[in-house]
């Protein structure tokens, strides 16, 4: 990417993963978000708070979320780590204002790098690529979740024998499957803050969704 300056690497790789899809020109985010929470909420969403109540143990803090979708397990401790819930300090209406927005994650991406600073050698398409399920898996361990139905493969390089013998997931892991997607484009990075934004927020230590938070989309859920 640093080699193709103004290259959308959403376009370049689209469809490499199903997450990678490129974005219009000047992309509503808000809009775009919901396509997201539609297009995962799939045919066993039980509903907002329908769902069993999961409890994160992460970075020394306990925090509680009810996981309505087997995704939200995974998207909820990823957006709070990352800071991008409601409630973590970003007015909910920025995310309207797309160009703000943007800049907003640049922001976000460089503050990553310099927390973390991440070498080449860890930011390779393909092994962002693989290891989106390792993380999922690493997710199960901090919420104490089995992942026994995970392929075996993908169990063994997220180092998981049980929900009680297993690594969890760390900060770090998540700043850096985010920051990759900053390398490709912060439009992309912007729209993966957006989606994290409008459907949830931290109420102390507690993720709350949807009516719970200062703004909501209209999902119908």
Known sequence: M???PGIDGYCYFNQTGFWVTPLPRDPDFVEYAKVGILGLRGPLYRGKDQGPLITYNFEG???TTYMDSSH???DDLYGYSLGYLQGQGLDPELVKNSSQWVTISRQKCLDIQAKYNFQNEELVLA????DNQVLAVKV???ATLSANLMRSDVKAKAKW?????????TARDFAKHHYIKCLLGCANSASDGAYL???ACLLENHIGHFSDCPFSPDVNF
């Open 2 to 4: 640093a080699e193709h």
């Open 161 to 169: 024998k049980s929900e009680t013998d297993c690594e969890p997931i």
């Open 72 to 74: 939200y397990s995974y």
């Open 61 to 63: 803090r306990t925090i």
């Open 197 to 199: 934004n409008v459907r």
């Open 127 to 130: 092994d962002w690529l693989d």
């Open 140 to 142: 199960m361990c901090s």
